[in-house]
């Protein structure tokens, strides 16, 4: 396995939309889970999404109803596609792949950059 990057992040006003990327080469083919986290300067860190591999999601009560959360297994990548983004939604935003035999394994990405500013 590799580990997962993001990219996607930038400035965005509120109410905008932003989606952000997770690239896993040979991970998406074969894995238990994908979550996503974020995190602000002195926060710890939040959980915000995860999805199964029969693409099943599930959101932060923070987040649902505003955010997506999806897969394509072709592009090895799962997005998170954000609406009607808030300034509390600024944040680092990472993604944790989950796999191996007992669901043993994880890797971080390194983070992408999400600020919600007018």
């Known amino acids: 396995q590799t580990q997962p990057l993001e990219s996607g992040g930038g400035l965005v006003q509120p109410g905008g939309s932003l989606r952000l990327s997770c690239r896993a080469p040979g991970f998406i083919d074969n894995f238990c889970v994908m979550n996503w986290y974020r995190q602000t300067a002195g926060n710890q860190r939040e959980w915000v999404s995860w999805?199964?591999?029969?693409?099943?999601?599930m959101y932060a009560d923070s987040v649902k109803e505003r955010f997506t959360i999806t897969l394509d297994a072709v592009k090895d990548t799962v997005y998170l596609q954000m609406t009607n983004l808030r300034p509390e939604d600024t944040a680092m935003y990472s993604c944790?792949?989950?796999?191996?035999?007992?669901?043993?394994?994880?890797?971080w990405g390194p983070g992408t950059q999400v600020t919600v500013s007018s």
């Open positions: 944790r792949t989950t796999g191996g035999k007992w669901c043993e394994r994880s890797l």
């Open positions: 999805i199964t591999p029969a693409g099943q999601p």
